[in-house]
């Protein structure tokens, strides 16, 4: 497992706990030989990117750029999963909105993102309800909980 956080903002909060989030999640997916991106960002650049690839222009809080195609047969020792993209001043937002701890929230949203960069998807019903599924155990797992 090999990944870098890019924390832009210089944030002095500790966000240690991802590394036991991320290695559970990718040892759901048998995918420990992989290595990704994380950047934290703020509300315009998230906005410029939702609007440049996604056609949406306003704030999101994860968006996800995966290198592989679902399709592709992988031979390589380690996996190039691609870029997650968390917009901290969002996720703070609906940590509040949503009652629950930052930690949740930011577990959330970065199991989220490496879903996306493994394959999953949410766009029918069967396919979401499976992603929300496997959060949910992850984070269970971790005893993070709302």
Sequence with gaps: MNYQINNIFGYEEDFSYLDSVIKRTLEHE??????????FVG???IQTLNKQ???IDRV?????????????EFS???RMLGDIYVCIPK????????GH?????LSFLVVHGLLHLLGYDHQIKEEEKKMFDLQKEILDEEGISR
């Excluded at 701890?101 to 929230?105: I, V």
């Design 76 to 78: 390589l020792a380690t």
């Design 30 to 39: 048998n995918a420990l030989n992989s290595c990704f991106s994380i950047i």
């Design 43 to 45: 509300n315009e650049e």
């Design 101 to 105: 701890s930052e930690k949740r929230e």
């Design 53 to 55: 690839y996604r056609a």
């Design 60 to 72: 999101t809080d994860v968006i996800s750029f995966a290198l592989e195609d679902a399709k592709d």
């Design 91 to 98: 996720m703070k937002e609906q940590a509040l909105e949503y």
